[in-house]
C-alpha cells in the first residue's frame, strides 16, 4: 500500500463523543439493583504482628458484611509474578496502609464511623525505609537477603578498560517516587452467584491480569470469572496492578453477601494505599579517553520495591536495559537489584524504570563532559549508537537511525547554540538566570527480552451480521487512543471507511487475551496482529467468492452481509509470532532486548529565579523518531501529556514519607503540574524508517516520560554552574544545595568523583 | 472517605432548583454535596469526583452561571438556583461547539476530567468571547488534566472561538 487513506489521519477518536458529551461510563458511574458499598481497614504501621482486633462500640455491626483472610474461598494472594502478596493480611502487616479487613454496608456514609472504630494492636516489628537500610541487611524483611530481584549484564572486559582510562567518572543519580494522579480514583464493582461465579467491573489497565488473580483468589475455574473494563479515566501504568487487589476485595464481599459491591476509592486512599514510581539510585563509574570516547564502564542500578515483590523485577529490567542511554559502550557492566521495604509496593507507572536510569545517564553524560572539557553537545556526540553497532545487551542496531541528524535538528529547532551563548552572558548580572539543556534517549517498544513470545498474545477480528468488522482484543482504552487506532489500522488494511469498523469492550467473557496494554505495546504488537487478523476476514470472503479481489468499502459491506447471513458471524485470529532470528538469553541478559527502539533528543529552556529559587521552564523542543505516526493528534498528545508529567516528576511533584507511609496523599499538597504551570512544549516527528509495527509504527506512550527530567536538570545546571544528582527539584532543595555550595565554594568543575590519571 | 457529612438517618428536607431547564425536586439532607444529588438523585453522571476537596475541577457546574466545584456545595445552597452541567451543553444530537472542537483537537484523552474542562471553557467564553491564549491557560486552571498537558485543551478551545466567529 503506497498512499494510506486513514492510517495517518487525525479521525475522530471512537469514544470521544460519548467523552466529550459526558455519557461516557466510568466505574463510579454505574449502580447495580440492591448493591453495598465496599471499604477497606488498612494497616497503619509499617511491619508488625497483629495481636487483636477490636470492634468498636455504638455501630450496628449486625448491617455489615465483613470479610477477612478466613473469608477467602483459594489462595490468600494476589497471583503475579511472584505469590507473596496478601490479598488481606494474616497476622502479619509489612506496610502502612496494607489490607487487613473489609467491609460493605447499604448506606456508604456508614462506613467511614465504622472502618474508624475499628481498633488493631499491632506487636510491632523493625522496619526498613530506603534502599540503603534494607541493603544493609540488619534486618531481613523480604526473603533471604531483602532482594526482590538482580540483573547482572556484561559486554566486553570491563575490568581491563580502567588502565586505558584517561579519565575516571565517577556519580551518584536519585530519583524519587511519584503518584500516577489519575483524576479518575481506583474503583470496581463485583457480583457473585453460584451459576456464573464472580463478574467485576471496573477501571483497569490489564483485564486478563485481574481474571488470573480472581481464579486462584476465589478458586474459580477460567469460565466462572469475568473481567470488564469501564470507561478508564486515566492509567499511565497506575492501573496495571492494583485493580487486582481491589477486583479482589470486591469479589470477596461479593461473594460473601451474595449482593453486588462496589468498591470506590477517594483521593486520599487511592493516593496512600495504590503504587507509585519506584524511587531509585543510580551509580556510574566510567572510564574515558582524552578524546571524550567512552572506553567502558560500570553501573549500578538500585530501586526501592516496596514491601511485595509485584511488578519490580520487570521494572528493574526495564531500567537495567535502558541504563546506558543511546550510547555506545563498547565494554560495561551493569548490576541491577530491586530492594524490599515496608513501603507500600510500587508500581508500574509510564516509563517503568526507564526515566530512572535515564536520568542518571544524561546528567552523568554532563558530568563527562565538564571533566573531558567537551561541550555537552559535544560529549554525546562522540558517543552515540550508530547502526549496526551493539546496545549494552550486545543487541544489534539495524534501524537506520542517524542520533546525530536528530541531534542537529534539535538543536536548530531549539535555537540552542545562540541561547546557550546569549544566557552565558546575561547570566553575569540580575537574580534571574537563564539556561538550556539537552537530553538524548531512546525508550524501547514492547515486552522485554522473551516477554512477547512469553506472553504469546492472541486477537480476533470478525465480521457482522451489518457488514461492518469488529475488533475484539483485551487491550484497554485509558485515554491514550488504543480503540481508534486499532480501528484505523483494520479499517486501511481492508481499505474500509473507518466508521465500518468497531470495537468490542474489553470484557474477558468476550474478548480473547491479547496482552496487557502496558509498555508501549498495543500499536506496535497488537496493531501488526489485528491487522494480520483483518486480512484473514478479506480471505475467507474472497476465497468464498463472495468478493472481488478489488473492491469498495459498500461492496466489502455487501459481500460480508451475505456471508454472514449464509455462514453466520465468523472471526479470523491472530497469534503473535516471534521471529525467529531474536535472540534473548534470559540468563546472562544478552540479546534482542526490545523490538524496535524509538529515539528521542528534547531542549530544555529554564529560568531560575534566585529571589524565589523556582524554576520555570519556558520551553521545551521535543524530537522523536518513532517510526510511522499513525495519528497526529493522538500521538502529539501522548508526547504532551508524557512531558507534562515529567515536568511534574521533575519540579513538582514529592512524595512526603514518614515511616513508610504518604504524608502529602491529597491533591492540595501533592502538586501536579496546572495549565498555567506549563511552558509552550514543542513537539516534532521525524521519521527514519522501521519495519517492526502496523504500517511502521513502533511505541510511543512511554518515551516523553523519559526526557524532561534529564534535559530541565542539565538546563538548570547550565543557569546556575552548580550540579544538581536528584529529582524532584523543589525550591528548597535549590535554596539548601546555593547555601551549601557558598560555604564550600565548589561548583561543578571542581566537585568530587573525578580522577584523572 | 471523601465527606464526614453523614445522612444516615438524619432529616431530609425538600427543595427544588432548575437543572438543563428542567425543574426539578429533591428530598435530601440539606449538607449533601450538590455532586452526590447530581449524580445519585438525578443519574446526571457526567460531574465526576476526583478530589471532593475543589483542587481538580472534575466536578465542576455551572451554578447561577457562575463555574462551581459540586464537591464543595451542599445542596441547600443550590435550592432555587440553575444549574447546567454536561449533559446539557448539546442540543439533542448536536455537539455544541466546544464538544465539537475538544473531539477534533484531541482536548479529550482518558475524558474524566473533560466534562468540567468544558463547562470551565464555556463559562470562560461567556465571560470573554475572544479570549487571548493566556486567557485560556488563566481560565483554566482550576481545572487538572492528567492526560492531555493541556496544549491540545488549548488548541481546541482557540479553535472553538473560531468556529464560534464564523458561525
Ligand atoms: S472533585 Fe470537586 S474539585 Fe475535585
Ligand atoms: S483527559 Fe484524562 S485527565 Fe484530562
Redesign the interface.
Known amino acids: 500500500m503506497t498512499s494510506n487513506r486513514i492510517v495517518g489521519a487525525s479521525v475522530p477518536r471512537k469514544e470521544g463523543r460519548d467523552k466529550v458529551t459526558g455519557r461516557a461510563q466510568y466505574i463510579d458511574d454505574m449502580t447495580l439493583p440492591n448493591m453495598l458499598y465496599g471499604a477497606t481497614v488498612r494497616s497503619r504501621v509499617p511491619r508488625g504482628k497483629i495481636k487483636k482486633i477490636t470492634f468498636g462500640s455504638g455501630i450496628a455491626w449486625n448491617e455489615f458484611v465483613i470479610v477477612s483472610a478466613k473469608d477467602i474461598p483459594g489462595k490468600n494472594c494476589i497471583v503475579l509474578i511472584v505469590d507473596d502478596q496478601p490479598c488481606l493480611a494474616d497476622g502479619i502487616v509489612n506496610h502502612p496502609e496494607e489490607p487487613i479487613l473489609l467491609l460493605a454496608h447499604p448506606d456508604r456514609h456508614a462506613l467511614p464511623k465504622a472502618v474508624d472504630t475499628i481498633s488493631i494492636e499491632y506487636e510491632p516489628l523493625p522496619a526498613v525505609f530506603t534502599i540503603e537500610e534494607s541493603e544493609e541487611h540488619r534486618e531481613i524483611i523480604w526473603g533471604k537477603d531483602n532482594t526482590f530481584k538482580t540483573y547482572l549484564v556484561e559486554k566486553g572486559d570491563i575490568d581491563g578498560v580502567w588502565e586505558k582510562a584517561d579519565y575516571i567518572v565517577e556519580g551518584e543519580y536519585r530519583t524519587g517516587a511519584q503518584e500516577q494522579l489519575y483524576i479518575e480514583n481506583n474503583g470496581m464493582i463485583a457480583t457473585y452467584d453460584p451459576e456464573r461465579g464472580v463478574t467485576v467491573w471496573g477501571s483497569l489497565q490489564c483485564p486478563y491480569y485481574i481474571h488470573k488473580a480472581l481464579m486462584t483468589l476465589c478458586n474459580l475455574p477460567a469460565d466462572k470469572v469475568r473481567v470488564v473494563q469501564m470507561e478508564t479515566g486515566g492509567a499511565f501504568g497506575g492501573k496495571e496492578e492494583y485493580p487486582s487487589m481491589i477486583a479482589g476485595h470486591a469479589a470477596l464481599l461479593a461473594i460473601k453477601s451474595g449482593r453486588p459491591v462496589k468498591i470506590i476509592y477517594d483521593r486520599m486512599e487511592d493516593m496512600a494505599a495504590t503504587t507509585k514510581r519506584h524511587p531509585s539510585r543510580t551509580r556510574h563509574r566510567t572510564a574515558v579517553t582524552k578524546g571524550g570516547k567512552i572506553l567502558g564502564g560500570e553501573i549500578e542500578f538500585a530501586v526501592d520495591g516496596g514491601a511485595y515483590t509485584t511488578l519490580s523485577p520487570v521494572v528493574l529490567s526495564r531500567g537495567t536495559i535502558h541504563a546506558g542511554g543511546p550510547y555506545y559502550w563498547p565494554n560495561v557492566r551493569i548490576r541491577a537489584k530491586a530492594m524490599a521495604t515496608n513501603a507500600p509496593p510500587h508500581g508500574a507507572f509510564r516509563g517503568f524504570g526507564a526515566p530512572q536510569s535515564l536520568f542518571a545517564m544524561e546528567r552523568h553524560m554532563e558530568r563527562i563532559a565538564q571533566v573531558v572539557g567537551l561541550s555537552p553537545i559535544e560529549i554525546r556526540r562522540r558517543n552515540f549508537l550508530q547502526p549496526g553497532q551493539t546496545t549494552t545487551t550486545e543487541q544489534t542496531i539495524r534501524e537506520a537511525i542517524d542520533l546525530e541528524k536528530l541531534l542537529d535538528r534539535a538543536l536548530e529547532l531549539s535555537n540552542y547554540h545562540a541561547k546557550k551563548q546569549r544566557f552565558s552572558k546575561d547570566n553575569r548580572m540580575g537574580t534571574s538566570k537563564k539556561g538550556i539543556g539537552v537530553a538524548a534517549f531512546l525508550h524501547g517498544a514492547g515486552f522485554t527480552g522473551s516477554g512477547e513470545r512469553n506472553l504469546s498474545s492472541v486477537v480476533d477480528v470478525e465480521a457482522c451480521a451489518d457488514g461492518s468488522v469488529r475488533v475484539l482484543v483485551s487491550s484497554t482504552e485509558f485515554g491514550q487512543g488504543t480503540k481508534t487506532v486499532l480501528c484505523q489500522i483494520v479499517a486501511e488494511t481492508l481499505g474500509l471507511e473507518y466508521d465500518d469498523v468497531t470495537i468490542a469492550q474489553a470484557d474477558t467473557g468476550e474478548v480473547p487475551n491479547s496482552g496487557p496494554t502496558v509498555a508501549s505495546r498495543t500499536v506496535m504488537v497488537v496493531g501488526k496482529l489485528v491487522q494480520s487478523a483483518a486480512l484473514g476476514i478479506k480471505q475467507t470472503l474472497t476465497t468464498s467468492g463472495a468478493l472481488e479481489r478489488s473492491y469498495s468499502p459498500a461492496e466489502f459491506r455487501t459481500a460480508c452481509q451475505n456471508y454472514v447471513a449464509a455462514h453466520g458471524t465468523f472471526r479470523s485470529s491472530a497469534r503473535f509470532e516471534a521471529p525467529s532470528d531474536v535472540f534473548w538469553d534470559d540468563e546472562k541478559y544478552r540479546g534482542e532486548a526490545y523490538a524496535a527502539f524509538a529515539w528521542a533528543v528534547y531542549v530544555a529552556e529554564v529560568t531560575v529565579d534566585l529571589s524565589t529559587y523556582s524554576v520555570s521552564v519556558n520551553d521545551l523542543v521535543a524530537l522523536q523518531e518513532v517510526g510511522k505516526v499513525l495519528h497526529p493528534v493522538l500521538a502529539r498528545g501522548q508526547i504532551v501529556g508524557g512531558i507534562a508529567q515529567g515536568i511534574g516528576y521533575t519540579l513538582y511533584e514529592k512524595v512526603i514519607w514518614q515511616n513508610g507511609r504518604m504524608q502529602n496523599s491529597q491533591m492540595t499538597n501533592y502538586i501536579m503540574p496546572t495549565s498555567a504551570d506549563l511552558p509552550p512544549i514543542r513537539v516534532f516527528f521525524e521519521e527514519m524508517g522501521n519495519i517492526h509495527g502496523a504500517f511502521g509504527a513502533k511505541g510511543i506512550g512511554e518515551l516523553p516520560m523519559d526526557g524532561p527530567a534529564p534535559s530541565i536538570i542539565n538546563a538548570v545546571e547550565d543557569a546556575l554552574q552548580v550540579r544538581f544528582d536528584a529529582i524532584p527539584l523543589l525550591p528548597e532543595d535549590i535554596f539548601e544545595k546555593l547555601a551549601t555550595e557558598s560555604i564550600s565554594k565548589s561548583g561543578p568543575h571542581s566537585a568530587g568523583g573525578v580522577q584523572s590519571q | 472517605?471523601?465527606?464526614?457529612?453523614?445522612?444516615?438517618g438524619r432529616a431530609k428536607c425538600e427543595l427544588s432548583f432548575t437543572v438543563n431547564g428542567e425543574r426539578r425536586t429533591v428530598r435530601v439532607h440539606p449538607m449533601e454535596r450538590l455532586l452526590d444529588v447530581l449524580?445519585q438523585e438525578l443519574a446526571?453522571?457526567?460531574?465526576?469526583?476526583?478530589?471532593?476537596?475543589g483542587?481538580?475541577g472534575?466536578c465542576s457546574v455551572l451554578m447561577d452561571g457562575a463555574l462551581v466545584n459540586s464537591c464543595l456545595v451542599p445542596i441547600l445552597q443550590a435550592k432555587s438556583a440553575n444549574i447546567v452541567?454536561?449533559?446539557g451543553?448539546?442540543a439533542g444530537a448536536q455537539?455544541n461547539c466546544l464538544?465539537?472542537a475538544?473531539?477534533?483537537?484531541?482536548?479529550?484523552?482518558?475524558?474524566?476530567?473533560?466534562?468540567g474542562m468544558?463547562l470551565a471553557a464555556s463559562h470562560l467564553l461567556q465571560r470573554n468571547p475572544q479570549p487571548t491564549i493566556g486567557d485560556?491557560?488563566?481560565g483554566?486552571?482550576?481545572?487538572?488534566?492528567?492526560?492531555?498537558?493541556?496544549?491540545?485543551?488549548?488548541d481546541a478551545v482557540a479553535k472553538a472561538v473560531q468556529f464560534k466567529a464564523r458561525t
Open positions: 472517605m471523601t465527606t464526614n457529612i453523614s445522612s444516615g449524580r446526571l453522571t457526567g460531574a465526576k469526583e476526583g478530589c471532593a476537596e483542587e481538580c472534575s452541567t454536561i449533559e451543553l448539546a455537539l464538544q465539537e475538544f473531539l477534533d483537537f484531541g482536548g479529550a484523552q482518558c475524558g474524566i476530567c473533560t466534562p468544558i485560556i491557560r488563566e483554566l486552571s482550576g481545572n487538572l488534566c492528567r492526560c492531555t498537558g493541556y496544549v491540545q485543551i488549548f
